[in-house]
Every structure is written in structure tokens, then in C-alpha cells.
């Protein structure tokens, strides 16, 4: 079974572009997560995809945007970039959003100079 | 106010020995889940071990137990006959179900480093 898988690996912009990151999680699962891991901190939710709607958003400006598409998918888009928004972001799944079972991906690096 | 406290930022322990890693929780949910994952410096968030408040016996996965003190509300992570490759972040977090919001909300982690 394939695993959560993000893209691209490593990202970087330059400050007020835009950052599109790419997330495909584990088959059968229809709940997606973001989470941004700043440099040694913990992670901070951003978003939760279930069945294709926004169910819920951290405490982080519009700026921070995505969507899951009908395959379960999701992107992140994160615009107007700032030089604070260099993080790891972080998607998970899981198989329904009563479910226990997350799956994270192996993260996107985005560094923003 | 902080939901999942970790207030051991590194902890050092030899090869073979047990480890126990600290979380303390504060929720008014009766009803929620704790975690542990392991995170290795190529980022990724590995799931070691899952409590569910209505459990009644401890958590266990192979060298992985959970000392589960709900009245404490305390989930400490126990590794026993560490490794090498125990060295890694380590983070506790707790999933809430009061609001239908379901999230994971972390601690501030737990370095680890085992030496030989």
C-alpha cells in the first residue's frame, strides 16, 4: 500500500510569490490534513479536507488556501509569501474524520528567500 | 491554554536501556484520543502508539508502551531496550471530537539521543 505522498520535496520562492503544495494520501482515505512545522517548533494545524469541503482551519491568515479534489487529493497554497512561512508542511490522512488512523506524508520543505 | 505539554525539550539515554518521555494533557472532552509519533530528522511523522480515553489497559506496540494516567491526565511514552535508531524528535499529541472537529493538536516534543 502506497503511502501519503506530498510534493514536490523541497520548494524554493521568493517573497510574494506563491507556493502551490501537493498531497496525495493513502487509497480509501477521504480525510486530509495540513500542517506547517516551523523550524524547531511543533506542529501548528492549518486545514482538514473531508469529502471534498474545508471541515476546519487553524489560526492562519486567508493567504493559507487549498482544496481536495474528487479523488481525495489536496492541494495547499500558500500566497503573498512571507519570510516567516519557511516551514515543513505536513499532510496526513485518514480513512474518515472519525477515524484515529492519521498517515503523515514525508513533508514539503519550503524556504522562502 | 496548552493542551499538550511536553516539558522535557532533550533527554539522553543509553543503548538497551528504557526511556520514558513525559505528556500531560488538558481536555474537557470525555471522549478523545492520545498519540506518540516519532519524527527522524528527514521530517516524515512516524505513528508509534495510539491510547483512546475509553480504553482500559495500557497501550502497547512491540518496544512501545503508553502509561496511560487519566486522572492525572498524564500519557507518558516508554521505550524499553532503546536503540540507535530511537534518536529522533518525539511528540505526543491528542485528538478532540467535542465540536465534530476532528484534529490533531501536538506538543513542543521531546528530542532524543541514544548513545552507545
Known amino acids: 500500500e502506497a503511502g501519503v505522498t506530498q510534493s514536490p520535496t523541497h520548494l524554493i520562492k521568493t517573497r510574494g510569490q506563491q507556493a502551490t503544495l501537493r498531497c496525495s494520501p493513502i487509497?480509501?482515505?477521504?480525510?486530509v490534513y495540513w500542517y506547517q512545522q516551523a523550524l524547531g517548533l511543533g506542529l501548528q494545524f492549518l486545514l482538514w479536507y473531508d469529502e471534498g469541503e474545508e471541515r476546519n482551519r487553524g489560526n492562519f491568515p486567508p493567504r493559507f488556501s487549498g482544496r481536495q479534489f474528487p479523488n481525495y487529493s489536496s492541494e495547499l497554497n500558500v500566497n503573498a509569501l512571507e519570510l516567516e512561512d519557511s516551514a515543513l508542511y505536513l499532510c496526513?490522512?485518514?480513512?474518515?474524520?472519525?477515524?484515529?488512523?492519521?498517515?503523515f506524508g514525508s513533508g514539503t520543505r519550503l524556504t522562502v528567500v | 491554554a496548552q493542551k499538550i505539554t511536553q516539558t522535557q525539550p532533550g533527554m539522553f539515554v543509553q543503548e538497551k536501556e528504557a526511556v520514558t518521555l513525559d505528556c500531560t494533557y488538558d481536555t474537557s472532552d470525555p471522549s478523545y484520543g492520545l498519540f506518540w509519533y516519532k519524527q527522524p530528522s528527514s521530517g516524515e511523522m512516524i505513528f508509534l502508539i495510539y491510547?483512546?480515553?475509553?480504553?482500559?489497559q495500557n497501550a502497547t506496540e512491540g518496544r512501545y508502551s503508553l502509561n496511560f494516567q487519566k486522572a492525572r491526565k498524564s500519557a507518558n511514552l516508554v521505550i524499553s531496550a532503546s536503540q540507535l535508531g530511537d534518536s529522533a524528535m518525539y511528540f505526543c499529541a491528542m485528538r478532540e471530537s467535542d465540536t465534530g472537529f476532528q484534529k490533531l493538536v501536538f506538543g513542543t516534543g521531546t528530542r532524543l539521543l541514544v548513545s552507545p
Open positions: 496526513a490522512s485518514s480513512r474518515s474524520s472519525g477515524d484515529y488512523g492519521y498517515t
Open positions: 491510547q483512546g480515553s475509553y480504553d482500559q
Open positions: 487509497s480509501g482515505h477521504t480525510s
